[in-house]
């Protein structure tokens, strides 16, 4: 199975923050990751697909960008509602795996 | 819109089946261009990828569950089914459905997941 390993497990940040996600695969998986978002009690969201495409109907201060191993989502100006966790996911090949999450919390 | 709602046993004795069923509204589950998923997330860990039924009946399951998950789809009913035999406590989880296109495996449309409590 491929292994998919997020830094930071949680992060601290303010409103107008720019932050930074990163996701690790243990093998290359090609532009096929995908990023979510999840609040508490919720469904993940599906935001970014393709490594950089934006989901229809996601702000657009949402990106995402890498190839082969190493993946970012980026969040240009924390607003309240971004406050959540978000998980990456692979779909290079079976069985498709997520990270652990990274929690993004308020400062 | 689409929309996708999980329904099922909420406890489960262990070694016994959880079965689970996703009603799909606002689409038909015979597309052409989807698969659907099923998905769970243990208390305070991450995701976990089950498998996938595609409308014609064909599966891909997760190895680490394969030996004990059947998926099937009622095209009449326009919902698909999660059978996870010989449960254990590890089983314990909030269950998703959830939707694949084919052009990307990726999950565009989740149900709201139902929690599944295996406990005597």
């Known amino acids: 199975d491929i292994q998919m390993t997020q830094s930071p497990s949680t992060l601290s940040a303010s409103v107008g923050d720019r932050v930074t996600i990163t996701c690790r695969a243990s093998?290359?998986?090609?532009?096929?990751l995908a990023w979510y978002q999840q609040k508490p009690g919720k469904a993940p969201k599906l935001l970014i697909y393709?490594?950089?495409s934006l989901e229809s109907g996601v702000p657009s201060r949402f990106s995402g960008s890498g190839s082969g191993t190493e993946f970012t989502l980026t969040i240009s100006s924390l607003q309240p509602e971004d406050f959540a966790t978000y998980h990456c996911?692979?779909?290079?090949?079976?069985?498709?795996?997520f990270g652990q999450g990274t929690k993004l919390e308020i400062k | 819109q689409l929309q996708l709602q999980e329904s099922g046993s909420g406890l489960v004795k262990p070694s016994q089946t959880l079965s689970l069923t996703c009603a799909v509204s606002?689409?038909?589950?015979?597309?052409?261009?989807?698969?659907w998923s099923w998905i769970r997330q243990s208390p305070g860990k991450g995701l976990e990828w089950i498998g996938y039924v595609y409308h014609t009946g064909s599966t891909n399951y997760n190895p680490s569950l394969k030996s004990r998950v059947t998926m099937s789809v009622d095209r009449s009913k326009n919902h698909f089914s999660l059978n996870l035999s010989s449960v254990t406590a590890a089983d314990t989880a909030v269950y998703y459905c959830?939707?694949?296109?084919?052009?990307?495996?990726?999950?565009?449309?989740w149900g709201l997941g139902t929690l599944v409590t295996v406990s005597s």
């Open positions: 996911q692979h779909y290079n090949s079976y069985p498709w795996t």
């Open positions: 959830a939707r694949n296109t084919v052009a990307g495996y990726y999950f565009d449309f």
């Open positions: 606002g689409g038909s589950i015979s597309s052409a261009d989807h698969s």
């Open positions: 393709h490594a950089s």
């Open positions: 093998q290359s998986i090609s532009s096929w």
